[in-house]
């Protein structure tokens, strides 16, 4: 910060907090909007399978993609259905992407205990055919989803 060559006792010294103000405002919607990602990635609620137990750590990982498959077979991308065409054409963009950023892809599948076990197959055996080997389950531990 440049101060003024001239200063004199009868003029105090400000500073200027308006970029302090648009640089919190900006990390407040950040926040937000982050937020709203977080939740509406499990949105749609689903009967999970129970487990005795699991790895409960949450780490965030940039080339992920959460797919939530109801008790009818309904695939679901961050709350919104999805045809399993679509869902096959996300997956392997997120394997290109992955690739193109040197990192491991990952998938985690939101199924629901009562759903049929062809949905699953099918994302699986496409995942390994676009060499994804990160597939994660998603579990409930002792009764809480």
Same mark, same amino acid.
């Given at each position: 910060?440049?101060?003024?060559?001239?200063?004199? @006792?009868?003029?105090?010294?400000?500073?200027?907090?308006?970029?302090?103000? #648009?640089?919190?405002?900006?990390?407040?919607?950040?926040?937000?909007?982050?937020? *709203?990602?977080?939740?509406? +990635?499990?949105?749609?609620? !689903?009967?999970?399978?129970?487990?005795? /137990?699991?790895?409960?750590?949450?780490? +965030?990982?940039? *080339?992920?993609?959460?797919?939530?498959? #109801?008790?009818?077979?309904?695939?679901?991308?961050?709350? +919104?259905?999805?045809? @399993?065409?679509?869902?096959?054409?996300?997956?392997? /963009?997120?394997?290109?992407?992955?690739?193109?950023?040197?990192?491991?892809? +990952? !998938?985690?599948?939101?199924? #629901?205990? #009562?759903?049929?076990?062809?949905? !699953?197959?099918?994302?699986?055996? *496409?995942?390994?055919?676009?060499?994804?080997?990160?597939? @994660?389950?998603? !579990?409930?531990?002792? /009764?809480?989803?």
């Amino acid at each position: 910060m440049r101060l003024p060559t001239q200063y004199s @006792q009868r003029t105090p010294l400000r500073f200027n907090i308006t970029p302090l103000i #648009d640089v919190v405002f900006l990390l407040i919607i950040f926040f937000l909007v982050a937020s *709203h990602f977080v939740r509406s +990635e499990q949105a749609e609620p !689903v009967n999970l399978p129970a487990a005795t /137990g699991g790895d409960t750590r949450h780490d +965030e990982a940039l *080339h992920r993609l959460t797919v939530t498959i #109801d008790r009818d077979g309904q695939m679901f991308i961050s709350a +919104e259905a999805q045809s @399993q065409q679509s869902v096959l054409q996300r997956i392997a /963009g997120l394997q290109i992407a992955a690739a193109a950023a040197g990192v491991n892809p +990952e !998938v985690r599948l939101r199924a #629901d205990r #009562d759903a049929q076990c062809g949905s !699953v197959r099918k994302l699986i055996e *496409h995942c390994a055919g676009r060499n994804i080997r990160s597939i @994660q389950f998603a !579990v409930s531990v002792n /009764g809480s989803d």
